[in-house]
């Protein structure tokens, strides 16, 4: 199993993980009822590691990008966690929450010189926080597979 961070676009980092026919095919033996939920703790989990993560790398509150009487980004950064029909896929998102965190991306990646504004430089937080945590994700998933097959006998 390998875990690859990548950009794609200008405001994604997308985390892909190769290894998952073997996974698949291990959870494929065992019920639903049972990998399912350990599968989405083990995901809520790598994405809460990423979230504090990210709230460490995040400028402090008071840096210029931040709006007077607004909730600093750090505060806006959160983890959103679905479950489609069927209940086997499992997608989470986490980053700057819409709208206090809609800036999040010009902090991250910067912006150009506009009108009167003179740019800012970027200062990433989430791509960081996705590559410093990514090694950890392998392991959460892991150790889910073993409790579920544990929990079916």
């Known amino acids: 199993m390998a875990i690859v961070t990548q950009k794609s676009g200008s405001s994604r980092v997308s985390v892909q993980i190769t290894g998952w026919k073997e996974i698949g095919a291990q959870l494929e033996r065992l019920p639903i009822e049972v990998r399912g939920p350990e599968l989405e703790k083990a995901i809520r989990k790598s994405l809460n590691r990423i979230k504090t993560r990210a709230k460490q790398l995040v400028p ?19 983890v959103v966690l679905r479950r489609y029909k069927g209940g086997a896929v499992i997608a989470g998102v ?3 929450e819409y709208p206090a965190g809609a800036h999040g ?16 430089k970027p200062h990433p937080f989430m791509a960081p926080a996705v590559a410093d ?3 950890h994700i392998e ?10 097959a544990e929990k079916s006998g």
Do not use: F, N
């Not at 991306?105 to 740019?119: F, I, M, Q, S, W």
């Not at 392991?139 to 579920?148: G, Y």
């Open 60 to 78: 402090p509150p008071g840096y210029p990008g931040d709006k007077p009487g607004k909730k600093p980004l750090r505060d806006t950064i959160g």
């Open 94 to 96: 986490v980053g700057p």
């Open 105 to 120: 991306h010009l902090v991250e990646h910067g912006t150009a010189p506009h009108g009167k504004h003179p740019g800012s």
């Open 133 to 135: 945590v990514a090694p």
């Open 139 to 148: 392991s959460d998933i892991v150790a889910a597979l073993q409790k579920a």
